[in-house]
């Protein structure tokens, strides 16, 4: 009997969720592993945190693996100790908003149960992947692992630190990656704070902070000065925008389009909310049904505006930053840094507001909340330079990830695909548009599950072409 060997590098949410619909759908036969170096799976960026200020961001009945029942996780959580544990969970409206930890122990007792229970043989390497060449993965152990088929599921690299941060390197009040654990720790209760970066890592921040009793000033600045909007609480309403009417492909057009539904909805009395779910929804269709220079434009112009308002915050993290604003303790700039100097053990920032006012502000601690460098993704660890330098892989013309096909299979730098090495999750969003939240993230993965196993034997033992690494 032949059998199949899948490698899954990565074991975040994407990578895990992969694993899982391989295990459910499988067969005898098939292998996959998934090379994770943390010690439980589904504990990336998004849901490794072990801060309780940190919820997921959307109810808990809307988070679950594609295919599961509808609000799967919502109804495994209210009946476990969590539930009673944590009595902020439970907001006005009767939804549940977790700490996200709860949420990625969740996902990895899907995958043990898996590897309780189906056929495929599956397993967590606790290693680091290196390198692939020939069809082999090697480990920063020293394992190798024969594959027929790889699949990048690395998705957030560290924040870059912006250039203007640059002379602090080394002084005590920078925290250039606040992901990091205990990054916060060194903050005082009384610091000055300065959080560069106004999106969902500030809210984390500043629930963080809130959670520590830190008591100082916090000044919040990103160029637009837009804070990430509140989730929709306790609606069971829908709109659905009507696709099959003639729509400019363009991202003037679909701004324009937004904007009228937004006005229609409200004449309903349905709030903004729903529009924007609804294109989320239809985002990939309405993302490459754009000519590139239109994303481009997208990306340089409306992304911070569809980012503040797809991806909303919990209430109870809104809740916060709207309490610490009315108090006066967190003000928000609409500005952007021009210089940073160490004084000692504090840092004078000078900051330009909009009318090319500047603002000096003299701070204890600068937070760089600017989020991943995706553009940096391909230089971010061992196998993916050597992958690049491989000329296996290449970024994206969007710089938003890994370039691939419509099948997410990678393209080389001769513009050849390779059949063996997939990408999963939002390091694919260069092609696919709207593949960040969760759900999309899920349905993705399932995605790429059903191809690789509709892979015949026949077809994993002839090798790509076009591929560089076999």
Partial sequence: MSRQQIVIIGGGFTGTALAIHLARAGQTGLQVTVIEPRAQLAQGVAYGTTDPAHRINVPAAKMQLAGDEEGAFDRDYRASPHFGDDPEALWRD??????????????????????QRSPVKLRHLCDSAVAFKNGVVSTASGQQIYADQVVLAISHPPPDLPAPLRPLQGHPGLIANPWQRDALAQVAPDDRVAIMGSGLTMSDVVASLHRQKHRGKMTVFSRRGQLPRANLGGSKETYALDYSEPQPATARGWLHRVRQEVKQAAALDLPWQLVLDDVRRNGQRIWQS???HEQQRFLRHLRPWWDVHRYRIAPQVSRVITQLQASGQLSLRAAHLIAAEPMGNAIRLTLRLRGAHQEIRVVDSVITCTGPAHNALLKSNALLRQLHADGVIQPDPLALGIYVNALSQTVNARGEVNAHLYVAGPAARGHFGELMGLPQVAEHAESI???????TPASLRERCPGSLTH
Avoid at 94 to 112: D, E, K, M, S
Avoid at 449 to 455: N, V
Wanted: proline content about 6%; charged content about 10%.
């Fill in 290 to 292: 754009l000519p590139r």
């Fill in 449 to 455: 599950a059903r191809q690789l196993l509709s892979a």
């Fill in 94 to 115: 009767g939804h549940v908003y977790p700490q996200r930890g709860v949420f990625a122990r969740w996902v990895n007792a899907q995958f043990v149960h898996c590897q």
